[in-house]
């Protein structure tokens, strides 16, 4: 068998299509592997320009191009990165990838290219891009998912520890109220016994005491009172309903009027004031809030510091801002002490001592600072008792 008989027939089975055209761009011969790949019988395609085997819109284009080649001839893939179409005799297009080359045969040259189907490899291709677009798109959705399982989660968390706190509150407020008002109530009950046993005796002995018992009684009432108030006032601080006008409040008229309030509503406290604050002090927050809150702390400082109690308020304005100073000659706390007593029903070493109190006057008094948009906190007086700092800001 010649060698020339050898080469045609790897060329007719050659899984990729083989054509041979000539200078004037007409097919010579094709494989059936390349008449496969466009749809002709090889006969259909003999003495065809090449161009029936391109898209209409690229067959000028290509003359020239075929042209070029055929002036400097180079073996060489054609389209670089791109994809190249053929026309299929069914009308449509096929993707292809072609090499190029130059042979001469009986003193002619002529062009032979290889041509590969190359649909199956972008269909592929396609696959695995979009495929892997669906990955990118499965790993943000997973992403956000976490991220939206995380913000749940912490939603969740911060209710069930915001429940939870509300719980113990309702408790610790059940336990305190059960506790103190026993107490006033078993006084009021008691010396009302005792009134009755009394009644009609004209002893001026008797007389007496059946006052002494009247202000036990009254004084035990005014405790019950008290303490329903300031329970009532942490229902509304612990569900945000302390709301405050602010503006301009001359603190000599509202520091006599907490001092008057105190002295109301706890007539059993005994205080000696010593203000000394400039006369036309002023400062920016809520009168009512204020009084409430300076009443709660003079409550406070006689409360601990005894029948002696003596209470020294001063005031300043520095940086913008109105710092209240209110110190006692009680007993002080601790440094570790001071933050804690602003805490509800916070006692420290007297949660079961025998000064009466549900723990939170102080919280109160924060509470309503707070709400003017001011600050409070406890130091130790230079005095030696503590002093309790109102801050807030100056007009």
Same mark, same amino acid.
């Given at each position: 068998?010649?060698?020339?008989?050898?080469?045609?027939?790897?060329?007719?089975?050659?899984?990729?299509?083989?054509?041979?055209?000539?200078?004037?761009?007409?097919?010579?011969?094709?494989?059936?592997?390349?008449?496969?790949?466009?749809?002709?019988?090889?006969? /259909?395609?003999?003495?065809?320009? !090449? @161009?029936? =085997?391109?898209? *209409?819109?690229?067959? #000028?284009?290509?003359?020239? +191009?075929?042209?070029?080649?055929?002036?400097?001839?180079?073996?060489?893939?054609?389209?670089?990165?791109?994809?190249?179409?053929?026309?299929?005799?069914?009308?449509?297009?096929?993707?292809?990838?072609?090499?190029?080359?130059?042979?001469?045969?009986?003193?002619?040259?002529?062009?032979?290219?290889?041509?590969?189907?190359?649909?199956?490899?972008?269909?592929?291709?396609?696959?695995?891009?979009?495929?892997?677009?669906?990955?990118?798109?499965? /790993?943000?959705?997973?992403?956000? !998912? @976490?991220? =939206?399982?995380? *913000?749940?989660?912490? #939603?969740?968390?911060?209710? +069930?520890?915001?429940?939870?706190?509300?719980?113990?509150?309702?408790?610790?407020?059940?336990?305190?109220?059960?506790?103190?008002?026993?107490?006033?109530?078993?006084?009021?009950?008691?010396?009302?016994?005792?009134?009755?046993?009394?009644?009609?005796?004209?002893?001026?002995?008797?007389?007496?005491?059946?006052?002494?018992?009247?202000?036990?009684?009254?004084?035990?009432?005014?405790?019950?009172?008290?303490?329903?108030?300031?329970?009532?006032?942490?229902?509304?601080?612990?569900?945000?309903?302390?709301?405050?006008?602010?503006?301009?409040?001359?603190?000599?008229?509202? +520091?006599?009027?907490?001092?008057?309030?105190?002295?109301?509503?706890?007539?059993?406290?005994?205080?000696?004031?010593?203000?000394?604050?400039?006369?036309?002090?002023?400062?920016?927050?809520?009168?009512?809030?204020?009084?409430?809150?300076?009443?709660?702390?003079?409550?406070?400082?006689?409360?601990?510091?005894?029948?002696?109690?003596?209470?020294?308020?001063?005031?300043?304005?520095?940086?913008?801002?109105?710092?209240?100073?209110?110190?006692?000659?009680?007993?002080?706390?601790?440094?570790?002490?001071?933050?804690?007593?602003?805490?509800?029903?916070?006692?420290?070493?007297?949660?079961?001592?025998?000064?009466?109190?549900?723990?939170?006057?102080?919280?109160?008094?924060?509470?309503?600072?707070?709400?003017?948009?001011?600050?409070?906190?406890?130091?130790?007086?230079?005095?030696?008792?503590?002093?309790?700092?109102?801050?807030?800001?100056?007009?």
């Amino acid at each position: 068998m010649k060698f020339d008989t050898l080469v045609f027939l790897a060329a007719e089975q050659s899984p990729n299509g083989v054509i041979i055209i000539d200078t004037d761009g007409v097919v010579i011969w094709a494989n059936q592997t390349l008449c496969s790949i466009f749809g002709y019988q090889p006969e /259909e395609l003999t003495g065809k320009r !090449l @161009e029936i =085997l391109l898209p *209409e819109k690229l067959r #000028d284009r290509h003359v020239q +191009l075929r042209q070029g080649f055929e002036a400097a001839p180079k073996s060489r893939p054609m389209g670089g990165n791109q994809v190249l179409f053929g026309r299929h005799r069914e009308g449509y297009d096929v993707p292809i990838e072609i090499g190029l080359n130059m042979i001469e045969a009986d003193g002619r040259a002529y062009s032979i290219a290889f041509v590969s189907d190359i649909t199956e490899r972008l269909t592929q291709k396609d696959e695995l891009q979009k495929h892997r677009r669906n990955l990118k798109e499965l /790993e943000i959705q997973h992403r956000n !998912l @976490e991220g =939206l399982v995380r *913000e749940r989660t912490e #939603d969740l968390r911060l209710a +069930l520890q915001s429940t939870q706190s509300n719980v113990q509150l309702l408790n610790d407020v059940l336990s305190t109220l059960s506790h103190e008002i026993r107490t006033p109530l078993n006084t009021i009950i008691g010396y009302a016994e005792l009134l009755e046993l009394l009644d009609g005796d004209e002893n001026g002995a008797s007389g007496h005491k059946t006052r002494e018992y009247a202000k036990f009684i009254l004084d035990a009432g005014i405790n019950l009172i008290s303490l329903t108030q300031k329970a009532t006032n942490m229902t509304m601080v612990s569900t945000g309903k302390v709301a405050s006008t602010i503006e301009p409040v001359h603190l000599l008229d509202v +520091l006599d009027l907490a001092r008057q309030r105190n002295e109301r509503l706890y007539s059993e406290h005994s205080i000696k004031y010593k203000i000394q604050v400039p006369e036309n002090l002023t400062l920016r927050g809520n009168s009512d809030l204020l009084i409430r809150a300076l009443a709660l702390v003079f409550e406070n400082a006689a409360k601990y510091a005894g029948t002696e109690c003596e209470v020294r308020v001063s005031a300043e304005i520095s940086n913008g801002a109105c710092r209240i100073r209110v110190d006692d000659n009680g007993p002080g706390l601790d440094a570790s002490d001071q933050n804690r007593v602003f805490e509800p029903f916070e006692r420290l070493m007297h949660k079961h001592g025998e000064i009466s109190g549900a723990g939170l006057g102080l919280t109160l008094a924060r509470a309503y600072v707070d709400a003017m948009g001011g600050r409070i906190g406890m130091e130790k007086s230079p005095e030696g008792g503590a002093r309790v700092w109102i801050e807030l800001p100056s007009p």
